[in-house]
């Protein structure tokens, strides 16, 4: 049996890392946690939320795997409605209504970053 233990990283295509690095760090208040050479020329990104848990690899388009979609990534917060407050008054694409929060469904909100990848914030 593979000795798998934990989800480790989420890869999210970016047309620019530097980029990318700012709006996550900035916006999201998440930390840079690994920017090293990688193959002939690139750069392994990752950036990590403040309470730590999975990371997310900011990773060069390859093949159909380009920005711009629905990543299924979703973000863990104990006040998603600060969170949404906050991330609309900082200029970040988020959308104008919340969901769920009735007990069945969390409560949360989709965002989108620099490059029109999709994520969300739910209540957790």
Known sequence: MPKISQLG???IPVSDQDGAIAFYTKNLGCSLTADVPFGEGSRWVEV????GGTALALV???GSYEPGRM????LTSPDPRADHAELKQRGVDVDDEMW???GTVPLGFFFRDQD???LMVTEG
């Open 71 to 74: 990543t299924g990534v979703s």
């Open 60 to 62: 060069p388009p390859q």
């Open 100 to 102: 769920g929060g009735d």
């Open 48 to 51: 990590t939320p403040a309470g």
């Open 116 to 118: 029109k990848n999709q």
């Open 9 to 11: 990283r989420v890869l």
